[in-house]
């Protein structure tokens, strides 16, 4: 690869992280599904990325993080994959916004209407997005023997990004009331900020859900990387929530199940009758929708890494020896 294409790819790379805690949730799960796969899937899911198509700059990305020892070198690399998604929303890499950007594969919308703690799903709406029918096809193509690894690439940071959208569960709900006949967008309609707040200023329902691991545990002064701040808040999720006690909910690969279950926390967690329009959630609210949060974050990656587990974890043949 060309220098000045690593040198821009790392430019990017900074510019990502010096940003709010956008990607914390997709970051934690994935460290959390780094943490259940085998060495084998480890290695061949890092050596599968670096494969990636060089326009993605997705492999290229390995090299930003320098001198950092091998092993924890790949695991923020790997945690890093799962926000490449949302990454390539920026438009200054034109030609990579315009190839692999696609703004409705990140949400795949119920559309329904509230009675009391239950949902009435609606038809006869506009398509409410694609990530289920993502997710399959991407399933498809990393178990496809003939597949390339650049193929395969591409799908695993779509899977890994995907598995953590739908956990969250804004990412599968269109609400539909007399304010928002066509469905809230996944609570952006929903507003928490007095009517009439500058739009600059203005809170949404699904910002608060998105942003809900930092502003519930900030970062300490002089916690400014993964090592720090997202390591020790997946290890606590692990810890409130083990493997064994989500094991037998995992369906891995069923993502029309993962999908649907999200979307039940929508009448009764999310659109709780203690949330009011233009008000600021409830601690009780808050306190609720954390511990939700905190569940699905660690089910996203438990799943994750079971799935590649699955798929990727078998050692690669070792090479055939060369005739003499």
């Known amino acids: 690869m060309q220098r000045s294409l690593i040198l821009a790819v ?5 510019s990502v992280n010096t940003q709010a805690w956008d990607d914390v949730g997709h970051k934690i799960s994935a460290y959390i599904a780094w ?8 290695e061949n899911v890092v050596r599968i990325l ?19 020892p091998e092993l924890q070198r790949k695991k923020e690399y790997f945690m890093f994959t799962a926000t490449w998604p949302d990454v390539v929303r920026d438009r200054a890499f034109e030609s990579r916004y315009r190839k692999y950007h696609k703004s409705n594969w990140h949400y ?11 949902a ?6 506009a398509e409410g997005g694609q990530a289920v029918d993502r997710l399959i096809e991407f399933d498809k193509t990393i178990r496809d023997s003939g597949a390339s690894d650049r193929d395969k690439a591409i799908a695993i940071a779509w899977i890994m990004h995907l598995i953590g959208d739908l956990h969250q569960p804004l990412h599968t709900s269109a609400r539909v009331t007399d304010l928002e006949p066509k469905g809230d967008q996944g609570g952006n309609l929903f507003q928490l900020t007095p009517q009439g707040t500058p739009r600059e200023q203005q809170q949404n329902l699904h910002w608060f859900w998105d942003s809900i691991v930092v502003r519930a545990t900030p970062p300490k002064t002089g916690e ?26 995992l369906k891995v690969g069923d993502f029309r199940a993962l999908q649907q279950e999200s979307f039940a926390y929508n009448p009764t967690v999310v659109f709780s009758p203690d949330l009011v329009r233009f008000q600021t959630p409830s601690a009780k609210y808050r306190r609720n929708a954390f511990n939700l949060a905190e569940r699905q974050l660690a089910l996203a990656g438990y799943r994750m890494g079971e799935l590649f587990n699955t798929v990727f974890g078998t050692a690669p043949a070792a090479p055939a020896p060369r005739a003499q």
Not at 35 to 42: D, E, G, K, L
């Open 35 to 42: 943490q259940r796969m085998t060495p084998a899937a480890r």
């Open 120 to 125: 009435v799903p609606l038809t006869g709406f």
């Open 108 to 118: 795949d919308d119920t559309f329904w209407r509230q009675n009391g703690n239950a």
């Open 50 to 68: 670096r494969a990636a198509p060089e326009d993605s700059m997705l492999g290229a990305f390995y090299q930003s993080y320098g001198a950092t």
């Open 224 to 249: 400014f990387s993964e090592r720090d701040y997202i390591e020790p808040v997946a290890e606590r999720m692990m810890k409130r929530h083990p493997f064994s006690s989500l094991q037998s909910s």
């Open 10 to 14: 790392f430019l990017v790379f900074l």
